[in-house]
């Protein structure tokens, strides 16, 4: 069965592309709000189900995105406005053509993979919260920085303040 092009008139693409970076994003939110309070076993399934729908996401956008009009070209996904001064237009977006389509396929689908063989590596560890904090916010950072749009979220992505946790 084909995957639909548009939903509800919105291309399904520009509605799954935020939910791949908002997936680990939420997940790092959660375990950080519970402050390592939740058990091995809770702590893993909401990594293992975030990563998971974060990679499922991405190859359901990845296979919309190439049988769409769009293959050869480009989308441009605007969150929203930032900015309006005069002419001058600031805008939160995320931009999917085929290399930053690739790479967010490689960082979701690798992201999940790593983080499913640490669920098991770091059972027995008393900071395992505090990891998967650390590392589904640095997933989540690391597609922006794929899907960013301008060199602001490319900023966040790239220096946010991610690497100076995991060190």
Not at 42 to 61: E, Q, R
Not at 64 to 78: I, T
């Amino acid at each position: 069965m084909p995957i639909p092009a548009t939903v509800w008139g919105v291309s399904l693409v520009a509605m799954l592309l935020p939910l791949v970076i908002l997936c680990p994003l939420a997940v790092s939110i959660i375990l950080m709000l519970t402050g390592g309070k939740l058990p091995a076993r809770a702590t893993t399934l909401l990594v293992g189900a975030g990563m998971g729908l974060c990679a499922f996401f991405a190859v359901i956008s990845a296979s919309s995105f190439l049988s769409g009009p769009d293959s050869l070209g480009s989308l441009h996904v605007v969150l929203w406005n930032w900015m309006n001064v005069g002419s001058f237009n600031a805008q939160i977006a995320l931009t999917l053509d085929r290399l930053s389509l690739v790479m967010m396929l490689v960082v979701s689908c690798v992201g999940f993979l790593i983080l499913v063989y640490a669920c098991a590596y770091m059972y027995d560890d008393p900071d395992i919260a505090r990891f998967f904090t650390y590392m589904t916010l640095f997933v989540a950072s690391m597609l922006l920085l794929v899907l960013a749009s301008d060199l602001l979220g490319v900023f966040i992505g790239w220096e946010g303040w991610v690497s100076a946790l995991i060190c």
